[in-house]
């Protein structure tokens, strides 16, 4: 089976400017270390670049796999706008030989290795499903999280457990790092997933999404220590 990847790039990112071509690890910027992780992959039949900056478009580097023609339109760029529109909008344009199967990948998760990709691919192959995405294990469990408001509170769950140990429930986090859907999956639901979407397990270093300072930074310690390993 063949993929195309659709990167989407917002250039006006409020938690942390330019955050998509920040530097990442030997000054190489976000969105080229996940193109050298991908550009390779034989699986991989071209990466679409969906933004709104030309300064990005100068940014990236150029390869026959990489398309940066498509131009990201103002309503798709806003902190309101939904990734499934820009999606369509941007299926829409192709007037023949449209892309079936389709991989999007968010630059910000950069500790997603090549390897956890190629093997989420390959498993898509052996599988028909329309639509996948990936899932890690909660780091505190949901038996401990709060609601809190005016310095009042409740559990989110009402049912506790008091022991870690009798906790029954695994529960998971969808990180938004990489989803898969068909051309005709987006189309009818006009979502990236639903409740009939594969939920793909990866490994919590695998994921750490770069929104703020504080991530940005903890990413690149985690990088530097899985690179020591």
């Known amino acids: 089976m063949k993929f195309d990847v659709i990167i989407p790039l917002r250039s006006k990112s409020k938690g942390l400017k330019n955050k998509n071509i920040l530097d990442f690890e030997k000054k190489e910027n976000l969105t080229n270390h996940t193109l050298k992780k991908i550009i390779s992959l034989k699986s991989i039949n071209k990466i679409h670049i969906l933004t709104d900056s030309q300064f990005y478009k100068k940014k990236i580097l150029s390869h026959k796999k990489v398309d940066k023609t498509f131009i990201r339109k103002k309503k798709h760029s806003n902190a309101n706008s939904k990734i499934q529109d820009l999606v369509c909008d941007f299926l829409k344009s192709f007037n023949k030989n449209c892309p079936k199967n ?20 390959n498993f898509i192959s052996k599988k028909k499903i329309q639509s996948l995405f990936h899932v ?56 990236l997933y639903n409740e009939k979407s594969f939920a ?30």
């Open 102 to 121: 389709l991989i999007l990948l968010q630059v910000t998760s950069p500790l997603l290795s090549k390897y956890e990709i190629s093997k989420t691919l």
């Open 136 to 191: 890690s294990k909660v780091i505190e469990h949901p038996n401990e999280i709060i609601q809190s408001k005016n310095s009042k509170w409740k559990y989110l769950i009402k049912k506790r457990v008091t022991n870690r140990q009798n906790y029954l429930k695994e529960y998971f986090f969808i990180t938004g790092s990489l989803f898969f859907f068909t051309k005709n999956f987006i189309f009818k639901y006009k979502n």
């Open 200 to 229: 793909y397990e990866v490994d919590k270093i695998n994921f750490v999404d770069i929104d703020d300072k504080f991530t940005y930074e903890m990413s690149q310690n985690l990088k530097k220590m899985k690179n020591r390993n």
